[in-house]
């Protein structure tokens, strides 16, 4: 070999090596945890403290919130529009309430199960969206939402039909913790729940694998020309999302103790998407942030006015896509980009 030769290997190699160290430090840079995602979740504890009284309002808030980040991991990162993601809410519902009617009451035993059995209909239907454009998507989506929603229905003898699924109560976490009347257990039990399910998936948006998705969602033609196995990725990702779906399910449940066809209602999948245009979309903290606003907003709304609250909710929706989202939560935007700068200039 030449001394050219070996020089321009020497260059390749040290080209190479420069790169991934950049890389590295990029993807640090990136999981690097934000200051006001550690607001988040301190706030999340002291209103277990400050709002003793509003334990039912802050579980169903939990509840809705992880099911949005669910959403938002294939929305915001894999770029799959759905309007069928109740269907794996929905099925993580029955699950869990069959389960704690004929066999195990033990609520994580029940959360666990009802997440599994979501991943497997997650991975079922998946090869239904490699397929097609946006509006493809949307409609198989839709149409795997309802079907399940009709499935439900007519299975009286197993789910109760429109009466639903009763006579069921959970049993204690894990042997130890009984679920008390006024909601304290639960709201834990869900935001415990919610916090690992939030950790998971936020593990997986900033790894090199969530860095592959944003490459499929930018350009998938382009992610295939660089390695990127596109079909492999969305498969996983909708898979993944499926089971912290099937798990909120699973936390209604547990914590109502009853079940019905209106866990696979449309209005839920209409909901958690408008719950991330509230948020945002992409860093999964808008669920958190969407469902926030919209829980609160939406009963706040049902108490003044319980006829038309409707109304407000979609005058609300008119007026961010008027305005912009982006303008309204530039304050997110700001925070952690303010506080990384510090970080770095240390």
Known sequence: MSAVQQETNVTAKSSTATAESRAAKLMKRRSRVRFYEIIVWIAAIAAYFLLPSK??????????????VSLDLVLGFAGIVSLGHTAFFGLGAYVAGLLALHYVAEPVTGLIVAGAVSGIL???????????????????????????????????????????LSGFSPGAILGLFEFDLFGKTGYIYCLIVLFIGTMIMRRIAFSPFGISLKAIKANPMRAGMIAVPARKRVVTVYTI???????????LTQTTSFVSPDVLAFHRSADVLLVLVIGGTGY???????????????DWLSVITPQYWMFYIGMLLVILVLIGRDRLARWVEYLPERFSKKEDGK
Not at 284 to 298: D, H, N, Q
Request: zero cysteines.
């Open 284 to 298: 999964l903290y808008g669920g958190i942030f969407g469902a926030v606003f919209f829980t609160l907003i939406k």
């Open 122 to 164: 997650g991975l079922l239907t998946s090869f239904l969206i490699l397929r097609g454009s946006d509006l493809t998507r949307l409609m198989t989506t839709l149409g795997i939402g309802l079907m399940m929603a009709e499935v439900a229905n007519q299975m009286a003898w197993l789910t109760g039909g429109a009466d639903g």
């Open 55 to 68: 334990m039912l309002i802050l579980t169903e808030i939990a509840i809705l919130a992880l099911f949005a």
């Open 241 to 251: 999302a499926a089971v912290f779906a099937g798990m909120a399910g699973a936390l």
